[in-house]
């Protein structure tokens, strides 16, 4: 400011002494002139000078003004210093729940959302009990809140946990584990109860909630209800609504309350549809994960909810013939800056099969390009909307939920008020009770029959709920996992997929196709055309030695090759090098060798080579009596003991968890016993210790 007032003065003086010299020039001046004292020069400066001396004094006591005001609300605040605490506390779990005059909390550790479901219902139930509950996502909060959950008068904090892999937290439950492990806080004064979510085809079945159930016991906090063990291989559904039922009563007895009415079907959102260029185009989401725009304007860096769109470069048939499909993909992540192992996953977004999502606009009379928004009841709720919008009714059934999915029990319970024919209102209200009849219909007609909610609709036909309430019950369609088939060392710009088609005919002669499978099968390369897919890459433990020079067993039958055929490639890397290469084995098993033997030719070249220094393959149909890859193992126990035991080795299975990773676990029992020498609880403790090394890994599914 300064300096533009002394410039401003400095022209002003110079334009007017440059005038009074014009005027000078123009007049005549007599010959003889006194020469003044000060010249015009010297005029310039005296006044940029006085200008100076005037701002100077000036500014000084606005300065000063300035300070005093400033000190005055120093003084102010040193008053009120709450007003500031208020404010940075009022987002945070304790004030919310302090303001909206709630005392449930259900935390939610979920890695494909059925856990979250799961938590969104038994909040909702806290209504029939004159409560108010609210879910929370365990990694928006902060943990130092649930030191302070005793604050809320009558708390009940719940905790629906589903346990992923091999016993891990999922990756939104990882914090609060690992604030359990580090000691976590007492909690005396709260009640708390635990529904877990896990698989009984693995070896640490519902590890995370069974873990957490005794560590908030150990901190104090009161149990209110046996901890719940729900299996996904089993019937989870029917696990969660039994121990539902005994949770309520355990609740009603400690809290002395007792329900106000019949069990109410809530909606949790409003519906706004909005009129035709309402909201201008770049607002509309049109199937990105979470930001808009975020396909069209890529930023890294990626993950789940900024996926990459990666193009497919290859997409071949590995399988030779039969009425399977095999699939071998290649996605292009040049420039993504995505960094990648061998034996890390990659997850897909896949997109529903348009033909489905015609056919429920159609039976719901829906014109499926309506444009609309969603928005929560509960102002509080860190959910906003169930998914992003605004979105037409095409992009969220396309993209956004997942319709191939076999309808919950409470999704059936809310059709009942939209039944119109008395027969269909009966049947949905029987099978989606809690009695043991109801149980059993449910297991026959939904789950034993695959009918998704497309089939419950053609199937009772009287049923026309609104499209906005049936996508609020729909859960959300997630991201498949693949197991990457490729090493970085060897393609560093791509990442490699084996994936088989899944297509098959339902009892009642529909034609259920996957989801992700039958979606990319059709994603093929054709000339300079690439379809893109959107993807991100999560990190494993399945990882090889960090020596070359540690053997290694490898069991992997059918699409259990993949993480080996990256493991495979990275050796080979190595070896090529001039790196020593230890021993490395591989146990593989398939149909036919003419038809379904994967990768048949590179595993051929890598013998050759010397990196697969012995390949066991079981042709389970090739001869009368079949052969599978136990056998074989078998067959090789004294190699097997000699790696792990006497070399240090490590050894690998990836594949199916229900029976082959049960069988191979059950083969290595036997080969410590028999050539180690132990019993049965020592050679338990033999691989246990194995697991807990590093030294024996499990990529499996169910």
């Known amino acids: 400011m300064m300096f533009r007032l002394l410039s401003a003065a400095a022209a002003a003086a110079v334009a007017a002494a440059a005038a009074a010299e014009e005027l000078g020039t123009e007049e005549a001046l007599p010959e003889e002139v006194t020469e003044p004292f000060l010249g015009v020069l010297d005029i310039v400066i005296l006044a940029v000078i006085g200008i100076f001396v005037i701002y100077y004094f000036v500014n000084k006591r606005k300065q000063s003004a300035s300070l005093q005001n400033e000190m005055n609300s120093i003084s102010t605040l040193k008053l009120a210093p709450k007003l500031e605490t208020q404010t940075s506390m009022d987002s945070g779990l304790i004030a919310k729940m302090k303001n909206s005059g709630r005392n449930v909390v259900v935390f939610y550790g979920s890695q494909t959302g059925t856990a ?18 609210m879910s929370a996502d365990l990694e928006e909060i902060d943990l130092e809140d649930m030191s302070k959950l005793a604050e809320i008068d009558n708390i009940l904090a719940i905790f629906c946990l589903a346990t992923y892999g091999e ?53 104090g906090a009161e149990r209110v209800c046996e901890v719940g063990l729900g299996d996904d291989d089993g019937n989870i559904e029917e696990n969660f609504v039994t121990w539902r039922e005994t949770f309520w009563t355990s609740v009603c007895d400690v809290y002395n309350v007792q329900p106000i009415g019949d069990e109410m079907t809530f909606r949790q959102y409003t519906l706004k549809v909005h009129e035709p260029d309402e909201v201008p185009a770049g607002k509309i989401f049109s199937g990105e994960i979470a930001r808009l725009k975020s396909y069209t304007n890529q930023k890294p860096p990626y993950d789940a909810k900024n996926p990459f769109l990666a193009a497919v470069t290859v997409n071949r048939e590995l399988h030779s013939g039969g009425d399977r499909s095999c699939m071998h993909i290649e996605l292009d992540i040049t420039d993504s800056k995505i960094r990648y192992e061998s034996g890390d996953h990659v997850a897909i977004y896949p997109v529903n099969d348009p033909e489905l999502v015609e056919k429920l606009g159609t039976i719901l009379s829906t014109d499926l390009d309506t444009l609309v928004t969603l928005t929560n009841v509960d102002e509080d709720s860190s959910k906003r909307n169930p998914f992003p919008c605004p979105s037409t009714y095409r992009t969220i059934l396309s993209y956004y939920v997942d319709i191939t999915h076999r309808p919950r029990t409470h999704v059936l319970k809310a059709l009942v008020d939209y039944a119109e024919d008395e027969g269909d209102k009966e049947f949905l209200k029987k099978i989606s009770s809690a009695t043991p009849e109801g149980k059993m219909c449910y297991r026959e007609w939904i789950l034993d029959s695959s009918r998704h909610i497309l089939a419950v ?47 098959y005919m339902t009892p009642t002669g529909r034609h259920n196709k996957g ?69 490395t084995i591989l146990f593989f098993g398939c149909r036919n060798k003419s038809i379904d033997y994967i990768y048949g030719d590179e595993l051929a070249d890598y013998q050759k080579s010397g990196t697969l220094s012995h390949l066991h393959v079981a042709f389970s149909r090739d ?48 080969v410590c016993q028999e050539y180690g020498g132990m019993d049965e609880s020592q050679a338990a403790d033999y691989i246990k210790k194995l697991e807990t090394k590093g030294r024996y890994a499990k990529d499996v599914w169910s």
């Open 515 to 583: 989801v992700a499978t039958s979606w990319l099968k059709l994603k093929q390369p054709a000339g300079e055309m690439k379809h893109r897919i959107p993807i991100y890459v999560r990190k494993s433990q399945f990882r090889l030695p960090f020596k070359t020079t540690t053997p290694i067993i490898m069991i992997g039958p059918g699409t259990g090759l993949a993480p080996f055929r990256g493991f495979l490639q990275e050796r080979d890397h190595y070896k090529k090098e001039g790196k020593e290469v230890a021993e």
């Open 623 to 670: 001869q009368p009596e079949k052969v599978y890859v136990t056998h074989l193992l078998q067959q090789n126990f004294e190699t097997l003991w000699k790696i792990l035991d006497s070399e240090k080795g490590h050894i690998y299975i990836c594949g199916d968890a229900r029976n082959m990773a049960h069988d191979v676990h059950s083969s290595l029992l036997k």
């Open 116 to 133: 979250e479901e799961f938590a969104g219902r038994l909040a909702k139930d806290c209504l029939r009990y004159g409560w108010k509950g």
């Open 167 to 219: 016993g891990d937290p999922t990756d939104n439950a990882q914090q609060f584990y690992d604030w359990l492990q580090d000691g976590g806080a007492e909690m005396p004064d709260v009640k708390f109860a635990v529904f877990g979510l896990g698989n009984k085809t693995y070896e640490h079945y519902n590890a995370m909630g069974v873990y957490t159930d005794k560590r908030l016991e150990e901190l």
């Open 457 to 503: 609709l053609e199937d009772l036909p009287s049923v026309k709920p609104p499209l906005d309430h049936l996508l609020e019950l729909l859960p959300r369609l997630q991201a498949r996992y693949y197991s990457i088939s490729s090493s970085p060392k060897v393609h560093p710009n791509s990442i490699h997929i084996t994936a088989v088609l899944t297509d």
